[in-house]
């Protein structure tokens, strides 16, 4: 959670200094200690759909809401 604190803080500072360039890269750090802090976060096609859109060019990016699995 520290870590989560410490990502927002980073995001309020590349804001206010105008490094719009910098948000990607933190939103994708915020991501990953996201899938680490519990198993079940997220699954495989949060994980395909996340890691096709940085292969194309994206920097991160912020996921939220459930995903239902298909059965």
């Known amino acids: 959670m ?23 890269h933190i939103l994708d750090i915020g991501f990953e200690q996201k899938r ?15 890691y096709a859109a940085k292969e194309a060019g994206a920097t991160g990016g912020k996921i939220s809401g459930a995903v239902v699995e298909a059965l």
């Open 2 to 24: 520290h870590q989560l604190k410490q990502q927002a803080q980073m995001m309020k500072e590349a804001l206010l200094k105008g490094q719009l360039h910098e948000i990607g």
């Open 36 to 50: 680490r802090m519990a198993q079940g976060i997220n699954n495989q096609l949060i994980d395909d759909i996340y």
